[in-house]
């Protein structure tokens, strides 16, 4: 617990807020979750980015300690769903700055987290993978829908009215229809 303190404090005194306090923000109404999802997501992409194994193996292992300490801050009781002044829950962070599909499957673990939060262009993180047709990503996204929840539904439908305006879309459009079919069926 004491990395995490130290953690927490590195982060936390930027803007002189209590340390010690999970859900702090910083100037940017970012969290130390957020910081931390970013981070590992910054990581990943590195380490798609090089070809140079010991250099991939340093960033894996920097985007894994990154991710423990997400893990950390959520078991302390970080909410998952926490907006920044941008209104971007830590999911949103992770695929809009890099499309990191291995930091989304580890944080889509997390309980309670919700993919149906929307951004300050009222956009939730289906229709923001939907719309950049990020198939790999919205499997896992729509593993976390529950179909008997109405604003679950009108997320996934939502989604695919947007996929079918979207002409680069298509491959998203069809995954929302088949699970909007589901639950029909």
């Known amino acids: 617990m004491q990395d995490l303190n130290d953690f927490l ?3 936390s005194n ?3 807020k209590d340390p010690l306090r999970i859900d702090s923000k910083n100037n940017k109404g970012e969290t130390p979750l957020h910081f931390a999802v970013f981070q590992a997501g910054c990581y990943e992409q590195k380490a798609h980015e090089t070809s140079i194994i ?3 193996n340093s960033y894996i292992n920097l985007c894994k300690i990154f991710l423990s300490k997400a893990k950390k801050l959520v078991i302390a009781g970080a909410n998952i769903n926490e907006k920044s002044n941008a209104e971007t829950t830590a999911l949103i962070v992770a695929f809009l700055q890099h499309k990191a599909t291995n930091t989304i499957k580890y944080i889509l673990k997390f309980p309670h987290i919700d993919v149906t939060v929307k951004n300050k262009e009222q956009l939730t993180a289906l229709e923001i993978v939907a719309y950049n047709n990020h198939t790999g990503v919205l499997a896992l996204l729509l593993e976390k829908v529950n179909m008997n929840s109405r604003k679950h539904v009108k997320a996934v439908n939502d989604a ?3 996929a ?3 002409p680069s879309s298509q491959d998203a459009k069809k995954l929302l229809k088949q699970k909007l079919k589901a639950r029909y069926n």
Do not use: V
């Open 14 to 16: 930027r803007d002189g």
């Open 54 to 56: 010991t250099t991939k």
């Open 9 to 11: 404090s590195r982060y």
């Open 160 to 162: 695919y009215q947007l």
């Open 164 to 166: 079918k305006e979207t």
